[in-house]
């Protein structure tokens, strides 16, 4: 697999990116493994990725673009950091808190709503809320970070 780092909008990206396969590729992004599906060509045979001139292939860029963006973590500063994860796939309706805010273990920090029920997100624990990740109107899937909190 070929090892890339990437730095997008502040956060910390390692992408591992095996051989394609007929049209998939397997993706690694910051540990979390992708299953991608490529566009198939009109070409028959298969074809050697180009070479960009930052020197990372063509098909490197289009995986990168095509792994989704929901479920990428980002990388955290030596395990004092924790993400809230969402334990169900919905729309983020609304934030009961804004970054800088300090939150307790249990806090409800998010509404999401998902199959028309809204569910309170709570805080998994204390601390300061670093960043928020997503945005109200999102839709996000099961086990996406939500907010960082130190």
Not at 35 to 51: I, N
Not at 58 to 82: D, H, L, R, Y
């Amino acid at each position: 697999m070929k090892e890339y780092k990437y730095k997008i909008n502040g956060l910390k990206f390692n992408v591992s990116v095996g051989d394609v396969v007929e049209n998939e590729v397997r993706v690694e992004v910051n540990g979390t493994p992708y299953k991608v599906e490529l566009e198939k060509t009109k070409s028959s045979k298969p074809s050697k990725p180009a070479m960009s001139q930052a020197g990372k292939t063509e098909s490197a860029k289009a995986v990168v673009a095509a792994a989704p963006t929901q479920q990428v973590k980002p990388v955290v500063s030596a395990g004092v950091a924790s993400a809230v994860k969402s334990p169900l796939p919905g729309t983020v309706m609304s934030f009961s808190v804004k970054e800088g805010d300090s939150v307790k273990q249990g806090d409800t920090v998010c509404i999401l709503e998902a199959m028309k029920m809204e569910n309170d997100i709570h805080s998994d624990k204390g601390g300061t809320v670093k960043k928020i990740l997503v945005n109200v109107g999102d839709a996000i899937l099961e086990g996406t970070d939500i907010m960082i909190i130190e």
